[in-house]
């Protein structure tokens, strides 16, 4: 096998490597998240990741109720401006 061969080869592995591993590992996860895990598993004497995971499903599993209107979803802002029909003619004016 040549040289350059394997360089590539070596390359390909790393390169998907760092693919896998951005998405394997922790260390992204916004610090008050991982704390508040951290005690919870400790609290529960159960391992991070089993905890990290029951978080997860249950987000996932929970239903959020959706108002509508007409047919649409409406979307309850608790922050920020109402957008009305002058506010967005009132801008168009003004850019």
Do not use: W
């Amino acid at each position: 096998m040549s040289f350059h061969r394997l360089k590539f080869q070596c390359d390909n592995v790393e390169a998907q490597h760092e693919k896998t591993s951005r998405y394997e590992s922790h260390r992204d996860i916004d610090s008050k998240a991982l704390e508040a895990a951290k005690q919870l598993a400790a609290q529960r004497k159960v391992m991070l990741d089993a905890i990290v995971s029951e978080l997860i499903l249950k987000a996932l599993r929970a239903e959020v109720p959706v108002l509508r209107r007409n047919g649409f979803p409406v979307f309850l802002a608790t922050t920020g401006k109402l957008i009305t029909l002058d506010g967005v003619k009132h801008a168009e004016v003004a850019a």
